[in-house]
């Protein structure tokens, strides 16, 4: 059967005398060059990159955040593989001017630049606005738990550090008992093992975890990463991993994203008006409306929004009994704000007893608990107490708008999940290559900047977005 034959791998070929010619008009990596292009680097805070070898000329920065934007929107991360990529890969090789930077050379790029790669993606973001690709009326807030460079193994927990010093004192306690039997045995029969050594060693390893309580005590931290110190252990939907969590604002209109943060916080209770600001000064507008899922509700936080022209819609989690089901969860009492008291389910008054302008709550009970027919049904302690925040009303205004229409929680999830779904597959494997806070964030950048590449040119087309870089 005949089949399409190419040509003999040994027949001589006579490439474009421009490597230009090679590269596709509508090819992204040109809009790429066009960018990086428009880039005021020394003010963004780009310095020049010293070559490896001793003695050449630096590298240019541009060229080297070219390649990383390349290798980002083309699922190639690893400074290793990108230095691959320069030898082999033609579009890089018109990118770069057929430079071959070596991998070290990249990594420390990444690893000096982080700020300066934040305010890259921040630049492309204003250049989207600009471009009027924002409709900047609804935003969706949104986050998600990014797996750090440590391993579970390097998280250190008082629970931890004590099961550990028990059980290195056990192994104390049976080489000291094995040296006194072996005091006993006649000299030619005795074990060659160095116990002194084994138990020193033993007692090192004991005083390290010492230090290590001792330093979690002075932190007043309930947990520590011994490798990655600004990571946390989080709960993920693949279980418990050392992560960060990424934060992201995506606007309606095209669903590009205007603002991102990185913080090592376990949950988003504490994001929602940073980020909201944060889209809001982006996207340019006097008042926007944001969505959120139920982690972020707040109400301090709804009040700091309605204060900065933001319309939060969260709703709040179902309340439950965290004693047990067996009991009448907060709904089933009723709130009076006349009286500043609470109607139980047996008819009874709940009174303020107690403030805590600290933790900014109030509590109440009441003094009928004791002989109430449905106390087996409410409580198993002496009285039934309920909590309310200081800023309960606009937690409840945030959940009334969200449940007031379901397309606002429709409208949060098309919006907000699929950018984190992209980002993801264009990690590959979501996990950051580089420890700490900083220089991660710097990853997300990236990752946030090559999801916004790639929708501004679905949306635009590659030749409208080189006009629209071009100079003026």
Known sequence: MAHVAGQSRYQATL??????????????????????????????????????ETGRPPYDPGDLLKLYIYGYLNRVRSSRRLAAEAERNVEVMWLLNRLTPSFKTLADFRKDHAEAIVRVCRVFIAFCREQALFGAELLAIDGTKIAAVASRKQVITPERIAKQSEAIDRKINDYLAAMDAADREPAQERASVDVAAAIAALKAQRAELESQARTLAVLGAKQMV??????????????????????????????????????????????????????????????????????????????????????AIVPRAATVNPKGKQYFSRDRFSYDPETDSWRCPAGETLSLYKTSHTQQKKEYTSKACSSCPLKAQCTQAARRVIVRGFHEDARETMHRRATADPIWMKHRREMAEHPFGTMKWLMGLPRFLVSGLRKAKAELALGVLSYNLKRAINILGVPALLQALEPS
Do not use: W
């Open 15 to 52: 490439f474009p005398e421009v490597l230009d010619e090679i590269i596709a008009a509508d090819s992204p990596v040109r809009v790429v060059d066009a960018f990086v292009g428009t880039l005021n680097l020394g003010a963004e805070g780009f310095s020049k990159v010293e070559a490896e």
């Open 226 to 311: 011994a490798t990655e110190f600004e990571a946390k252990l989080m709960r993920t939907p693949h279980g418990h991993q050392v992560a960060y969590n990424a934060q992201s604002v995506v606007d309606a209109k095209h669903k590009l994203i205007v603002a991102f943060d990185l913080t090592n916080d376990g949950n988003d209770q504490q994001q929602l008006h940073p980020m909201a600001v944060q889209g809001k000064d982006a996207v340019g507008a006097s008042e926007v409306t944001v969505v959120a899922d139920a982690g972020y509700s707040n109400g301090e936080h709804g009040v700091r929004c309605e204060q900065d022209g933001i319309t």
